[in-house]
């Protein structure tokens, strides 16, 4: 006997991708339905080998479904989410609209998995931030051993984070580089993104961060520790799918860099590719389809005592998105909606 699953905004980047991630990971659904805005309707999507075509998420009764999976961004969600909840469908959000509420719990489970029992509270779950996901499960098992102080990193992320506005941007725009008679203008982005970077991601904040920098703080905080320090820079690259991260810890004690590696060769959903050699580490083109977080350029950090450098890159709308969402689905199922 399987789960009743919805997924809400599947003809988006990361709602396709949920499908695909729950066909290939054999989640035991014995009912899929594909759900989107009236505009959609009636759109095919994949499931496995079969094809669904998508309903009207407007008045859809969610009695009787188990899990949805939601991709529809935050004022849907605020919508729609509570509706699901109320019929008794657990929701697994993908927006930002519930990570900082305190009893809603914000889910990697590689790093927290025992707090998706508080689902109980008002029946829905969080998926972190894209450029958070990765870096606390890179993070999480070198805390375990040495407790980490401080946090400095530098993100490299790819344009498909802010959907495929910003990818059909990035291809118009690169294509125009090479017409001469043709011009793009920045429309999802503040400036050009072709062949250059954008240190902008999200609004601007009172002390000069950026929305999505204060996100990665309060996510981390929320899901490793509340007593890690963290500091971010977010950073829009010429890149269509794999988000990158320049990451400096800080620890309590001395933690090796051989340690540290070997520490991260053994973490769940880590894959450490890291030899001091061309070619030796994973760009984020290597990483798209994959699910893993990979880690590379481990270094001790010889400018303070206790640090360590590495560089953590991983497919965003996997493991950053559809991935994660449904691996809190499993975690869900195998903790507290065990069936058959």
Same mark, same amino acid.
């Given at each position: 006997?399987?789960?009743k699953?919805v997924?809400a905004?599947a ?11 729950l066909a ?10 594909a759900l ?13 080998d079969?094809t ?16 949805a999976?939601f991709?529809?961004?935050?004022e849907?969600t605020k919508?729609?989410?509570p509706?699901?909840a ?5 929701? &697994? ?27 109980k ?5 969080? $998926? ?7 870096l606390?499960v890179?993070?999480k098992?070198?805390h375990?051993?040495?407790k980490i102080?401080?946090?400095?990193v530098?993100?490299?992320q790819?344009?498909s984070g ?11 725009q ?7 008679t ?9 400036k ?5 970077v ?6 601007f904040?009172e ?6 920098e204060?996100?990665?703080v309060?996510?981390?905080?929320? &899901?490793?520790?509340?007593? &890690?320090?963290?500091?971010a820079t977010?950073?829009r690259?010429?890149?269509f799918?794999g ?6 810890i ?6 090796d860099?051989?340690e540290a ?5 053994e ?16 760009t984020?083109?290597e990483c798209?389809g ?9 270094r ?7 640090g ?12 950053g ?6 691996? &809190?689905?499993e975690?869900?199922? $195998? ?6």
């Amino acid at each position: 006997m399987g789960y009743k699953v919805v997924v809400a905004g599947a003809t988006g980047n990361v709602g396709r991708e949920m499908l695909n991630i729950l066909a290939e990971r054999e989640f035991p659904a014995d009912e899929v339905v594909a759900l989107a805005s009236r505009r959609s309707l009636g759109t095919e999507v994949s499931y496995g080998d079969k094809t669904l075509k998508t309903k009207d998420i407007e008045g859809f009764d969610f009695t009787g479904y188990d899990i949805a999976l939601f991709a529809i961004g935050s004022e849907p969600t605020k919508k729609y989410a509570p509706i699901a909840a109320s019929q008794g469908c657990v929701v &697994i959000d993908n927006s930002s609209l519930y990570r900082y509420d305190p009893e809603i719990p914000l889910v990697v489970p590689e790093v927290n998995p025992e707090a998706v029992e508080m689902y109980k509270n008002k029946n829905i779950i969080a $998926n972190p931030n894209c450029s958070t996901a990765q870096l606390v499960v890179a993070l999480k098992p070198l805390h375990d051993r040495a407790k980490i102080k401080r946090v400095v990193v530098a993100t490299y992320q790819s344009v498909s984070g802010a959907g495929k506005e910003g990818m059909d941007e990035l291809w118009d725009q690169t294509k125009a580089v090479y017409n001469p008679t043709s011009d793009v203008p920045p429309k999802k982005f503040t400036k050009e993104i072709a062949f250059n970077v954008i240190p902008h991601i999200d609004v601007f904040m009172e002390d000069g961060s950026t929305k999505e920098e204060w996100k990665m703080v309060a996510e981390t905080k929320k &899901i490793v520790d509340p007593k &890690i320090k963290l500091t971010a820079t977010c950073v829009r690259v010429p890149v269509f799918v794999g988000h990158s991260e320049a990451v400096n810890i800080e620890f309590e004690e001395f933690l090796d860099e051989d340690e540290a590696r070997d520490i991260l060769r053994e973490a769940p959903g880590v894959m450490v590719i890291d030899k001091r050699e061309n070619g030796g580490y994973i760009t984020p083109k290597e990483c798209v389809g994959d699910y893993a977080t990979f880690i590379s350029r481990i270094r001790q950090d010889s400018t303070i005592d206790n640090g360590i450098n590495l560089w953590c890159v991983s497919d965003n709308l996997r493991k950053g998105a559809a991935l994660n969402a449904v691996q &809190i689905a499993e975690t869900l199922g $195998n903790r507290c909606l065990k069936k058959g």
